[in-house]
């Protein structure tokens, strides 16, 4: 078990950058995961950590020892792949038992060991099997098994869950931060599932086109997201933007977005007078009560789940899409839809107007519009 | 769907025939070996010995050098395939593995070569064996076919390793090995079907060659491999058809052999080395 | 369960060796060196068995020789060789053999090829067994095979001319290799046999690569067995095809031990090709310059036809 400290790590291919001046602390023990939309540098980064690729420049130091041109072998680290890359030609056991074989680890003791894993992950009964004849699961486990079982400073893993169904990932998701918490091993888990990485972390480190935008607990990135990227990424359904003009009257700071009046921090005072990105998310939306300033909308959609509904609409002019929509990032397209997540709405909605206010005590975040920087 | 019986009959009556058509040099060989000498000449021909030979193949053991010559070929074959298998996983895995601009070069030039015409290198290889005093000896045949082979055996095993994720030996250096000791303890075992095409063809290619064995070694009988053997063999007893069949029948054994048991993986080596 | 948190059993950690020359080729760092270091076995005997002895063979042919010299600019160069060659007769008519040869015997070969693969990826049973025995011949040597052949093809007592006879396709016996027709023939016949096993091995891989799914949802459509071929099975084959075009044609144009032993060339030059008045010129009247200068037109016609094969199917080759 050890700590990592990841310093000024830039990856170039060619003349196509990946990552850019990556810098992190890891403390021992810590559950890191790296989360953003495909193709922003995750694996590479995990890679380079593993030593399966090189930095072009930076380093890596796991432990207090510098192992940035260390061979992976002697990294002390275990990885989980997405697709598992368990060997084909192998029974689980020897699966398992590989690395602690390559280290020279006795038979015996490579047995007992093999078989304590197998039972923390309940695959006891497949040691014989060879991968071909696993579930997906079962395969899931076996690559768990072989992570755990060398006990190494460092777990790596790259999407492990992504290969599963649903339930099972949710089951999965939970037993592995559980093995984690349990064994104590520094562990970077990579994802571009949000929920995976708000559930599991202890911290995030959220990333974009190789750029590291925020590193923090969950709630610190939910709740004080650094910028429109981080704020709409992390969130399910994804934070509502709507531009507003920052006023002042005899209430205090607020921004006019369509109506609706929004109150503002004090930080914001020196846009007044000018245009902001507000962002609201879906949860701190609700019916407006009398004659309250509101969002006169008309929905496009309404999907009720029963205790809560979804009321989906547009403000054209008003409102502001992001350029990510869960795991991939695209061309920011205007026409995105606004969202409103209500409870115990009671009467049915039907398709005519509705009014919308905000929540009592619900935040509302600011947005620079030039630099998309949070204002505070 | 469902084929309707005279589509069935069709079928398997085409199937027949022309395995059948095919097969049949091949038969005729086996059934000309076993004719006793005076009905070789029978008329109409006889398609089943009437009383089959077994003899000819004693005939054949004390009369000629057959078992040399199979043992020549062997040894040429078995050691030419080995280094041009070394040759050829090393350099397909680097191309699957290790791409870069200048390595796409390499694999190109490397498939290039094959395009060669061997009738024009075996002019200047003649001088070079003789120089090197390898006239006659298996070590000249060994290093041209071995050559000969690496071209499209490293395309072939490309295309294997192709097959097998990158990040099974990626999994494997995390658990301890090194590239090299990757390669040899996972990707080799899970590419097996891979390399036992490529054998087989390495195999089947040099135990084939007539052109360098007859260049390199005609003025050394003892260093006949098989083909040689039997060309020369065919000229001296013309009319002897039915040990000059049996000759060639084991001539073919061993491949044919070779062969009926690793069709099955050639079928997948063969288009994985064409670059589907 | 909680055995796991127990203090963490001491690994013998992965001995730190210095490598080759004191780099670490397992080293992330260093994986394009082991990459070039990879290539090496097989870039070293292709430069010295095929690419020295080409550049030789190019140099020996702009020299008056006649044996192979192992070093260059020893004598005075010259373009005696090729001017003999281009007002030579022999040499005109092997191109034409050759070109003739190549084309028939290419395109039936891919005929039969392509027909015996369809044939045997139908659904029957023993269809493994087929797949085995049809495409047999690719295992038998160019030697054994022709030799075979030769016993088949006798004027006298070959099995082939009694089977003619008896179907009375031909009236009299032919004499396959004593006249140019039937000398040519012969060579083709046999040739096909013996290539067109690989062919057939090439597309039954293609074959079995198309997913089913195609025909399938073209069935869906209502597209019948020919429509299906067209439309499907061959766009899908074509990078299989092309591969196979290109390897035959070079095989066809390059080989040397089928026509060497079964007609030698002859009768009267008619199946002559480039490839066997090579070999002839340089071990039978040991004019090594002058044969060497026909490998080189040999070499350049290869570079040609490859090329241009390579660029019409290149897009599926690639
Ligand atoms: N070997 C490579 N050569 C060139 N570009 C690469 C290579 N590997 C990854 N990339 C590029 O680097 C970027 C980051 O890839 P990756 O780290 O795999 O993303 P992800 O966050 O989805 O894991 C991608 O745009 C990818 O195309
Ligand atoms: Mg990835």
Redesign the pocket.
């Known amino acids: 078990m050890a700590d990592i400290q990841i310093q000024n790590l830039n990856k170039r ?2 003349s ?1 950058q ?1 990552l850019h001046d990556m810098s992190l602390d890891v403390k021992d023990g810590e559950f890191i995961v790296f989360v ?1 939309p ?8 995990l890679k380079i950590l593993a030593g399966l690729e090189a930095a072009s420049t930076g380093s890596i130091i796991i432990g207090g020892e510098d192992v940035t041109e260390l061979a992976p072998a002697k990294r002390d680290i275990a990885m989980v792949f997405q697709n598992y890359a368990l060997y084909p030609h192998l029974t689980v056991r020897q699966n398992i038992g590989f690395g602690l074989m390559m280290r020279g680890t006795d038979k015996k003791q490579i047995n007992q060991r093999v078989e304590r894993a197998a039972q923390a992950l309940e695959i006891s009964d497949l040691l014989e099997r060879r991968p071909k004849a696993l579930s997906g699961g079962q395969r899931q486990r076996v690559a768990l098994g072989r992570a755990i079982v060398r006990e190494p400073q460092v777990f790596l893993m790259d999407e492990p869950l992504s290969n599963l169904d649903a339930a099972l990932r949710v089951q999965m998701r939970a037993e592995i931060t559980a093995l984690q918490r349990r064994i104590g091993v520094t562990t970077i888990y ?1 994802t ?1 599932d949000q929920t995976e990485a708000m559930t599991m972390a202890d911290r995030i480190v959220i990333m974009r086109k190789g750029v590291v935008q925020q590193i923090g607990s969950p709630d610190a990135l939910f709740n004080r997201p650094a910028n429109m990227f981080v704020a709409g990424f992390i969130g399910s359904p994804a934070m509502n933007f709507l531009r507003g003009k920052v006023q002042r009257d005899d209430r205090g700071l607020f921004a006019d977005a369509g109506g609706l009046r929004l109150p503002v921090v004090e930080a914001a005072a020196s846009y007044l007078g000018k245009t902001v990105i507000c962002g609201i998310r879906p949860e701190s939306l609700d019916l407006a009560r009398g004659d309250a300033p509101a969002l006169e909308i008309t929905p496009t959609l309404v999907e009720s789940l029963g205790t809560e509904a979804y009321v989906h609409f547009k403000l054209p002019g008003q409102q502001v899409a992001t350029a990510v929509a869960g795991e991939h990032e695209h061309q920011p397209l205007g026409n995105g839809t606004l969202i409103a997540r209500l409870y115990d709405v009671g009467t049915p909605l039907s398709g005519g107007t509705i009014r919308l206010g905000l929540k009592p005590q619900a935040s509302v975040h600011l947005f620079d519009p030039a630099t998309e920087q949070a204002i505070s | 769907m469902k084929r309707k019986l005279w589509q069935s009959i069709l079928l398997y009556a085409t199937v027949i025939v022309a395995c059948a058509v095919v097969l049949f040099p091949v038969y005729w060989m086996v059934v000309t070996s076993l004719q006793p000498p005076g009905s070789l000449r029978a008329y109409p021909p006889h398609f089943l010995p009437p009383d089959p030979q077994w003899q000819t193949y004693i005939r054949l053991f004390i009369e000629t050098d057959i078992l040399r010559w199979m043992a020549n070929s062997a040894i040429v074959a078995v050691t030419a395939t080995g280094i041009s298998m070394v040759a050829a996983v090393l350099a397909g895995y680097s191309l699957s593995r290790y791409q870069t601009k200048s390595s796409e070069n390499v694999g190109l030039f490397i498939l290039m070569s094959k395009m060669l015409p061997a009738t024009m290198l075996i002019i200047p290889l003649f001088g070079i064996m003789r120089s090197l005093g390898l006239m006659g000896s298996l070590w000249s045949l060994i290093f041209a076919h071995a050559t000969a082979i690496v071209p499209f055996a490293t395309w072939m095993l490309k295309g294997y390793f192709d097959s097998i994720p990158n990040e099974l030996e990626q999994a494997a250096q995390v658990d301890g090995c090194t590239p090299w000791g990757a390669l040899f303890r996972v990707i080799l075992p899970v590419a097996a079907p891979g390399l036992a095409a490529t054998s087989l063809y390495g195999f089947v290619l040099s135990w084939a060659d007539y052109l360098f064995a007859r260049t390199f070694l005609a003025n050394n009988a003892d260093s006949w491999t098989v083909n040689l053997g039997i060309a020369t063999f065919k000229g001296e007893y013309q009319t002897d058809w039915n040990l000059v069949m049996a000759a060639s029948l084991l001539a073919a054994l061993p491949i044919m052999i070779a062969y009926l048991f690793l069709q099955r993986f050639l079928v997948g080596g063969m288009t994985a080395g064409a670059g589907k | 369960m909680t055995d796991l948190t127990q203090p963490r059993p001491v690994t013998a950690p992965v001995r730190r060796s210095s490598g080759l020359f004191g780099i670490d080729l397992a080293s992330p760092r260093h994986a394009r060196k082991l990459g070039y270091l990879l290539l090496l076995p097989a870039v070293l005997l292709i430069l010295g068995i095929l690419v020295y002895p080409m550049l030789l063979a190019i140099e020996i042919s702009f020299h008056d020789v006649k044996f192979a010299t192992l070093s260059f600019g020893a004598s005075d160069y010259t373009l005696k060789n090729y001017v003999k060659l281009f007002t030579s007769s022999d040499f005109w008519n092997a191109i034409g053999v050759s070109a003739k040869l190549l084309v028939v015997v290419t395109s039936i070969s891919m005929l039969v090829g392509l027909g015996a693969a369809l044939l045997v990826n139908q659904q029957f049973r023993g269809r493994g067994v087929a797949r085995m025995l049809i495409a047999l011949p690719w295992a038998i040597p160019e030697v054994v095979a022709v030799i075979t052949w030769l016993w088949i093809l006798d004027a006298s007592f070959g099995v082939l001319n009694w089977m003619l006879l008896k179907l009375g396709v031909i009236g009299l016996p032919i004499s396959w290799l004593n006249q140019p027709l039937p000398a040519f023939s012969a060579v083709t016949m046999v040739m096909v046999w013996k290539g067109f096993p690989f062919i057939s091995i090439m597309i039954l891989a293609g074959l079995q690569s198309i997913p089913e799914e195609y025909y399938q949802a073209a069935r869906v459509d209502g597209a019948n067995v020919w429509k299906r071929f067209i439309w499907i099975t061959l766009p899908c084959l074509m990078p299989v095809l092309g591969v196979s075009l290109v390897l035959t044609v070079l095989w066809v144009f390059r080989d040397f031990s089928i026509i060497n032993v079964l007609t030698g060339g002859g009768p009267v030059g008619a199946t002559e090709t480039l490839a066997i008045m090579t070999y002839e010129e340089a071990f039978s009247f040991f004019r090594m310059g002058y044969a060497s200068a026909l490998g080189v037109v040999t070499l350049i016609i290869c570079a040609l036809i490859s090329a241009f094969l390579v660029k019409k199917t290149s897009h599926a080759v690639f």
């Open positions: 291919y060619g196509f990946a953003g495909s193709g922003c540098g995750k694996s590479t980064a990579v571009h």
